[in-house]
Structure formats: C-alpha cells, structure tokens
T-cell receptor, first 110, second 115 residues
Framework: AQRVTQPEKLLSVFKGAPVELKCNYS??????LFWYVQYSRQRLQLLLR??SRESIKGFTADLNKGETSFHLKKPFAQEEDSAMYYC????????????FGKGTKLSVIP | NAGVMQNPRHLVRRRGQEARLRCSPM?????VYWYRQLPEEGLKFMVY????????ESGMPKERFSAEFPKEGPSILRIQQVVRGDSAAYFC?????????????FGSGTRLTVV
C-alpha cells in the first residue's frame, strides 16, 4: 500500500525567505507525484506534477527516488503563497486513485 | 465553465438522519471521484464512477454509504443513519478520462456536521 507523509503541519516563514515543504512517500512501484494547493475559501487545485518538471508560481519540486521524497521549494516566499499544500501520489500511469498526505499549512509573514 | 459544483456547501444532520451530497462534474467530464477528509487528515479515496456505473468503490465504508451517477443529473453520495464519525469534508472531483495524468478538477467540498 502507498503512503504519503508531510511531516510539518504548519510552516511559517517571512516574506522573501526560502520555502521548502517536505513530502516523503512509500510505494514499491513507480509513482507519479503531485502537489495540490488550497487557498483560503477556494477549491483544491493542482499546483504541479513531477512528470511535467514545470515551475508554477515560482514553485518547483523534484522527485528523488533514492530518498523517496518530493519536496516543494520556492526561493522567495510571497504573502499570496499562504495556503494549505497537499502532496499526493498516484500508483503509476494506469492508476486513477490519489493518495494524499495530511497537508502543510504555509503561513508567510509580511 | 462553472467547474465542479458541489452542494450544499455545509450540511448539518442529526444522528440517524440521512445525508445527500450532490456533485455536478465539469462540462464534458464523465468520470467522477469522491474523497473524504476527516479532521486533521488527508483526503481519502472513496469511490470512482462513470455515468450509470460504479467503477471502484474500494474506499467506501461497507455499510450506510452509497453512490450513484445517473444518466441524467448529478452524482449523489448518500449516507444513511449518519453518526458523529461521518462528520467530515466530502470532495468530488471529475475528469475527462481515468485521470491518467492526475488532472482532477475538484469541487469546493461539502462540510457535513453530525450533531
């Protein structure tokens, strides 16, 4: 069975400081990893996926299979980045089911 | 395009009552997924439906919970004889295919409170 762990329930950083939201996973096969974000009073939305190797809103995430991690990073935090962030895993290309972590609440202090 | 619409946004039920949660997928999406988020937990998969078919209900509790996605109308998640432990946020998502790229579109959720 797969598992996603986000060790930090809450992360507070100052505006302009670097951000790293941690995500570790457990899965024996080749997973696909995602980050979802939920801004206040808005719906959950896809932020980025590892297969795209994209940068969205200045955020990047690299899949490290050796460390089974998919940490989300941004060099300079902005106030509008304050939100709940969820890491999610899909068990390969043929799967449709997402396994979510418990989420990390990012608070950017002005 | 209004996106995935869920209603009601908030639902309060007394123990023993029935709860009906509705989800209208995005236009053009024929695949619907329900997830439940208990307090302090991540979202957990419940059921995957296509029109008139339940594809995977492996995450549904065995009793009191049922889901449908009729030919016409929204998908319905039905919880009979609710208990306090059913209090949670229930999210619906939709996709054009089996979400092979993980590209779900989520609704805003229904927050069920059982008193």
């Amino acid at each position: 069975a797969q598992r996603v762990t986000q060790p930090e329930k809450l992360l507070s950083v100052f505006k302009g400081a670097p951000v790293e939201l941690k995500c570790n996973y457990s899965y024996s096969g080749s997973p696909e990893l995602f980050w979802y974000v939920q801004y206040s009073r808005q719906r959950l939305q896809l932020l980025l996926r590892h297969i795209s190797r994209e940068s969205i809103k200045g955020f990047t995430a690299d899949l490290n299979k050796g460390e089974t991690s998919f940490h989300l990073k941004k060099p300079f935090a902005q106030e509008e980045d304050s939100a709940m962030y969820y890491c999610a895993l899909k068990a390969g290309a043929g799967s449709y089911q997402l396994t979510f972590g418990k989420g990390t609440k990012l608070s950017v202090i002005p | 395009n209004a996106g995935v619409m869920q209603n009601p946004r908030h639902l309060v039920r007394r123990r023993g009552q029935e709860a009906r949660l509705r989800c209208s997928p995005m236009k053009g999406h024929s695949h619907v997924y329900w997830y439940r988020q208990l307090p302090e937990e991540g979202l957990k998969f419940m059921v995957y439906l296509q029109k008139e078919n339940i594809i995977d209900e492996s995450g549904m509790p065995k009793e009191r919970f049922s889901a449908e996605f009729p030919k016409e109308g929204p998908s319905i998640l039905r919880i009979q004889q609710v208990v306090r432990g059913d209090s949670a946020a229930y999210f619906c998502a939709s996709s054009t295919s089996g979400a092979r790229d993980g590209g779900y579109t989520f609704g805003s959720g229904t927050r069920l409170t059982v008193v």
